[in-house]
């Protein structure tokens, strides 16, 4: 078999056995895929059975994207891609070694997340005061966001089981296909019920559909559709980042500067690792920062 009759199957086995997410195993193929149009240009007479490929010949893809300019997150995913399907080779026999095994992996920039201060979360919750189905509609989906910190394709996939309104509670289907729970508050409560019960039958086709949010179509609303009401409505409150991870993001950061601890956070977010969830440590002292500033008699000279 050639290398690139293996990609299939092993983007099976990091979907069925390893439960990769989607983004994964889509990233992941992507630059596979790259990997086998460098080595069908730069070897036109054929060097692609797996055995042949050696460190020098991984180590020239690399280098002619860093060369090329591409971003380290970029790369970084590359060789992250190269690494397990060589080390899924290996344990396949088809191959020695792993000439993927030892390429660094370059440092990726962590950006501080963006998120809304107190003043802007308010005056985003004050349209709620206003009425018709596209408001109604918005605010159910980002008063949801806010008080559960979901992401955008958690929120697209709810069903009508997985609310859980006497215990306040939402079952998601997170990354690699992982169940969890997070707690909603009275606010969406109010805003989840009010969208049920006044546009959701209007839009409702079939009986049968399951789907918490839907399109005018009656369908299952879609991720980017989604993303297209959420960044209308904080166009009107923030001239930031606008999707809806900056309401994730919020979520986080409130919930910290309120005394919330890191691996309650993280649990309530979905991540697999508290290190992840660090990063809110450095957006919620900035946030008390503030508060401590606008709030202390002693924190600013009297003029």
Do not use: C, W
Request: no cysteine; aromatic share 10%.
């Amino acid at each position: 078999m050639l290398l690139e009759d293996y990609i299939p199957e092993f983007l099976l086995h990091i979907s069925k056995e390893r439960n990769y997410s989607e983004h994964t195993i889509e990233s992941y193929e992507n630059g596979l895929k790259q990997f086998i149009d460098f080595m069908k240009r730069e070897f036109p007479d054929g060097l692609e059975e797996p055995k042949l490929i050696d460190v020098i010949i991984v180590r020239g893809f690399i280098a002619g994207l860093v060369s090329g300019g591409y971003a380290q997150r970029s790369v970084h995913n590359k060789i992250s891609a190269l690494r397990s399907f060589f080390k899924y080779l290996y344990n396949q026999n088809a191959v020695d070694s792993n000439p993927a095994r030892y390429l660094k992996l370059p440092k990726i920039p962590h950006n501080l997340p963006n998120f809304l201060d107190n003043e802007q979360t308010e005056k985003l919750f004050d349209m709620e005061k206003e009425d018709g189905d596209k408001i109604i509609t918005a605010m159910a989906i980002i008063e949801l966001f806010y008080s559960t910190g979901m992401r955008r394709a958690e929120l697209a996939g709810l069903n009508l089981d997985d609310i859980d309104f006497n215990n306040s509670q939402i079952k998601v289907l997170g990354k690699g296909s992982k169940e969890r729970f997070v707690l909603f508050g009275d606010s969406a409560r109010i805003a989840l019920k009010k969208y049920l019960d006044i546009v959701r039958p209007k839009l409702l086709k079939s009986p049968s559909e399951r789907a918490v949010f839907l399109s005018q179509k009656g369908k299952r609303i879609n991720p980017y559709m989604v993303y297209h009401i959420v960044h209308r409505y904080l166009s009107l409150v923030t001239d930031g980042k606008k999707s809806p991870h900056v309401l994730r993001h919020t979520f986080a950061t409130h919930l910290l500067a309120e005394g919330a601890d890191l691996l309650s956070i993280k649990e309530l977010l979905g991540h697999e690792d508290v290190g992840t969830t660090q990063i809110y440590t450095h957006t919620g002292m900035e946030f008390l920062r503030n508060v401590y500033r606008n709030a202390h008699p002693k924190a600013k000279e009297k003029k």
